[in-house]
């Protein structure tokens, strides 16, 4: 029989793996290896040169390197931890998604905005 300790341990298990998965995939595959097919997907039309597509290469290792923490996060680190863990996930996401729709109007960021809720949950349940 589980206790709730034990169930509120796999929230915030579950939301840091989900973190984990999504920005390593993001991180490698959108920015290091094709960020001008992800930029034209989000509709940047503008000419990206060497240095640009750097910045997003760089972004993307950190990004990777996000994903990273959050799955060494969920499998090494107790249940206190990894609820502070998906907090702290989940106010840099919030961070990230309030400074781009600020600085660019009509931007609705979905992949950190559908992170922000998850991270949450595993925060406070």
């Excluded at 499998?75 to 600085?103: N, P």
Aim: hydrophobic share 55%; charged share 15%.
């Amino acid at each position: 029989r589980e206790t709730v300790a034990e169930h509120m341990a796999e929230v915030s298990f579950y939301a840091l793996w989900y973190n984990a998965v999504a920005m390593v995939t993001f991180g490698i595959v959108g920015l290091i290896l094709f960020p001008d097919k992800m930029l034209r997907k989000d509709g940047v039309t503008e000419a990206l040169t060497k240095r640009r597509l750097l910045v997003y290469r760089i972004a993307g290792v950190w990004v990777t390197f996000a994903g990273i923490v959050s799955s060494y996060a969920a499998m090494y680190f107790d249940a206190s931890h990894q609820r502070a863990c998906c907090g702290l996930v989940a106010a840099a996401h919030a961070t990230e998604v309030a400074v781009k729709m600020y600085s660019i109007p009509g931007c609705r960021p979905v992949l950190n905005g559908h992170v922000v809720p998850i991270m949450l949950a595993g925060a406070l349940l």
